[in-house]
Structure formats: structure tokens, C-alpha cells
């Protein structure tokens, strides 16, 4: 059991929470134990490791450590963000109900429309940034709501606090992915959420080479709950993996205040581009959730979205002229990207619905990353000339 707690800066935790020096050698950085099973010292007396479903130090060690910076007492972690939110999904049983955000992640959406759907939960989907839809949709069958803030790709924020405090008061669990912005820029479980997942495969790895999914409660019977499902289902990262998160959560900190700095600098030269309609950052005092996004978060993160006054032909051209910005689905590495999701992250969303909510096929996606800033707008400043002759 790590001795840091929650009282500690948000960098020290990254760096420390859940991980001592290994006590057999002094190693500082946390073993890899790529075992599947361990010694009894006599038929069921050992040292809390059974079998590595069940329990992996490695594991245990990501999970104290994301759950701390998550401000969270437990943290059950799951192979893919999918499968963490699968676990959270399975709490529920046949014929209940999830109040889902309009635009979460299209894996979410796929997972209760094609999967849980078939094994009995119905769904509704709501704009949890419209504090009467979610009362509205809070009937008696709900039993869930989930959502995201920022979204994906509009990057909509909603207020956590009160979306949370409207499930609370009506008996319905409320879980935040919290993919986006991170626990650096926004903790929900403060904020009155029960649960908090994550797909660690974006910000929280932070390198693009890992894969893996985290969920975090503060409340005893929910972890009892899913660290259940966790070993009963099987669905666990290895330990490698965990070592590779745990590695990036090290420099979480210093990460976002880069991803952030850079975010702000192309989000305010993309809002002087004459071929730019619209830009959607949290951070823009334009953007219709800047308040609450001011609220509830630290800084404004590094997604930006942006509408280019152009058609299909010439948007496919400008995401196709970047050489730094890589045309690729993901976010969250140290590296830049580039995504168009009429044609990429959302080409499953038909025309009409996309078009419905706001985005357009001229509409791209940056993951804006780590490198120098005049590099990074230098690319674009290249691609929009070439896009645009
Ligand atoms: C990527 C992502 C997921 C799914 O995570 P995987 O690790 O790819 O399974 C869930 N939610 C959000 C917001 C994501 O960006």
C-alpha cells in the first residue's frame, strides 16, 4: 500500500502515488511482474497475489496511482477504455436504463446499441449540456447517466456538478469519461460523479503505444462491484502495459501545460484564418461552454475542432497537405494529429445525423501535440495554402 496520499500536489501523486521502491531490490521504478501466479507459503496464505487476473502488482500500483490523481479512493483497471466501459455497463441488469450524452465516443454509443442492448439495457440519448433535457430524461427506469465533457469531436461541455447532482437527487448513477481532458485538467468524482472512466490509451499513456482503460470510485460498494466484474470477466491489462501508462502519468502535469499552450496558440490563429468558420476550443471565450468550462477546469486542454468554408473535396485536401499534424484517428500522444471525422473517427455517423448536430464535412480534428509551436503552425499555415491556391 503506497504511503502518499491524496494531500499531495497533483505531480508529486503522478509520480508517486501507489509506487514504492521494490522492497526485494530498491528498484525505483515498479517491476514489471510478468508472472500469472505466486508462491503459497501454505494452501491460501500468501502476500495478497493469487493469480494475475486477480491481482498484479504492477496493476495495483497504476491503479493506486490513476485513482489518486483522480482524487478517487479505488481504481479497477480494464484492457481498452472499451472494456472499462463494458465493466461499468455491467453493473446494470436486464431492462435498465442509460441517459447517454448526445455526442460521446462512438465506441460507447456502438457498445450499448449493439451489444448491451441486445442483453436487455435500453438507452436514451440527451444533450447533458441541457440541464432540462437530463431532468426530463431522469424517469423511473434510469438507472445510469454517462457522459462526456469536453465531447468528441465539438468538444461541448457540460457541468458536471450539476448534471451529477440532478442523477443524485434522482436515485441515478452518474459516470464522467474523463478521456478528454484528464484528471490534471478536471476531476469529476469532486464534482459529485460516482464514477470516472478512462481510456488510458490517450492522455494518461500520452506516448501512442499502449492501449488500456481505467475506472475510479470513491464509493466502496462500486469498487466491490467492478474489481467483481474486472476478475470475473477477464478483461485485464498486462503488465507491461501498466508499466507503460504508469511511465507516461509521470509527466502528466508538464504534458497538459504543453498540449494546453500549444492548444491556445493554434486555436487563436486558426480564429484570424479568413477560410475558418468556426473554431470549437473551450478555451475560446466564443465557445457556448467556456463558463462552465472555466468552472470546472484548469485549463482548456488540447482538442480543437474547426469548420473549413470549403466542400469534401477541399477538406479531404487540406487534412491530406499537413507533413508534422499526421492524418491518423486518436489523441492525446506527445505527437500532432490530424482527423477528419466525416471521413475517419465518425465515418459510421450517417450524413444527415452529423449534419444535425453541428458538424459538417468541411469539419477537422487536431490533437494538438508537444512539438514547437511555430513548427506546428507553420504545417497548417503550408497546408491551408495548399488546400486553398
Ligand atoms: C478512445 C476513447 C475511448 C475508448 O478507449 P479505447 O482505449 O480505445 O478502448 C473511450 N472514450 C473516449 C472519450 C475515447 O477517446
Redesign the pocket.
Known amino acids: 500500500m503506497s504511503t502518499h496520499n491524496n494531500t499531495e500536489g497533483f505531480s508529486t501523486r503522478a509520480i508517486h502515488a501507489g509506487q514504492e521502491p521494490d522492497p526485494t531490490t530498491g528498484a525505483v521504478m515498479t517491476p514489471v511482474y510478468l508472472t500469472s501466479t505466486y508462491v503459497q507459503s501454505a494452501p491460501g496464505v500468501n502476500q495478497g497475489f493469487e493469480y494475475s487476473r486477480t491481482h498484479n502488482p504492477t496493476r495495483t500500483a497504476l491503479q493506486e496511482c490513476v485513482a489518486s490523481l483522480e482524487g478517487g479512493a479505488h481504481g479497477i483497471a480494464f484492457a481498452?477504455?472499451?472494456?472499462?466501459?463494458h465493466g461499468v455497463f455491467s453493473l446494470l441488469s436486464q431492462g435498465d436504463r442509460v441517459v447517454l450524452g448526445h455526442d460521446?465516443?462512438g465506441?460507447?454509443y456502438r457498445l450499448l446499441a449493439q451489444v448491451m442492448s441486445r442483453q436487455g439495457l435500453t438507452f436514451e440519448v440527451v444533450d447533458t449540456t441541457d440541464f432540462e433535457a437530463v431532468r426530463a430524461a431522469f424517469e423511473t427506469k434510469t438507472q445510469m447517466v454517462w457522459f462526456?465533457t469536453p465531447t468528441?469531436p465539438l468538444l461541448h461541455v457540460s457541468d458536471i456538478k450539476a448534471v451529477c447532482e440532478l442523477a443524485r437527487g434522482a436515485g441515478v448513477l452518474s459516470v464522467v469519461?474523463n478521456?478528454?481532458a484528464t484528471p490534471y485538467l478536471q476531476t469529476p468524482l469532486a464534482l459529485g460523479a460516482d464514477i470516472v472512466?478512462?481510456?488510458?490509451?490517450?492522455y494518461l499513456g500520452g506516448h501512442s503505444d499502449v492501449?488500456?482503460?481505467m475506472c475510479v470510485t470513491n464509493d466502496a460498494q462500486l469498487d466491490e462491484r467492478l474489481r467483481f466484474l474486472q476478475n470475473a470477466v477477464g478483461a485485464v491489462p498486462g503488465p507491461l502495459d501498466c508499466f507503460l501508462v504508469l511511465r507516461g502519468l509521470k509527466t502528466l502535469a508538464v504534458r497538459m501545460e504543453r498540449h494546453c499552450d500549444n492548444a491556445e496558440a493554434i486555436a487563436a490563429w486558426l480564429g484570424g484564418h479568413d477560410k475558418v468558420r468556426f473554431v470549437a476550443y473551450p478555451g475560446r471565450s466564443d465557445h457556448p461552454g467556456h463558463e462552465a468550462a472555466a468552472t470546472q477546469m484548469r485549463r482548456f486542454g488540447g482538442m480543437i475542432s474547426f469548420d473549413v468554408d470549403a466542400d469534401l473535396e477541399t477538406a479531404t485536401r487540406l487534412a491530406s497537405s499537413t507533413k508534422l499534424f499526421a492524418l491518423a484517428e486518436?489523441?492525446?500522444g506527445v505527437e500532432s494529429l490530424l482527423d477528419h471525422p466525416a471521413s475517419m473517427t465518425h465515418g459510421s455517423v450517417p450524413r444527415e445525423e452529423r449534419l444535425k448536430s453541428g458538424f459538417t464535412d468541411g469539419l477537422l480534428r487536431l490533437s494538438v501535440g508537444l512539438e514547437d509551436i511555430e513548427d506546428l503552425v507553420a504545417d497548417l499555415k503550408a497546408a491551408f495554402k495548399t488546400a486553398f491556391p
Request: charged fraction near 10%; glycine fraction near 18%.
Open positions: 481498452s477504455g472499451l472494456a472499462a466501459t460521446v465516443y465506441g460507447t462526456e468528441n469519461d478521456t478528454f472512466v478512462h481510456s488510458m490509451t490517450k492501449v488500456g482503460g486518436s489523441l492525446g
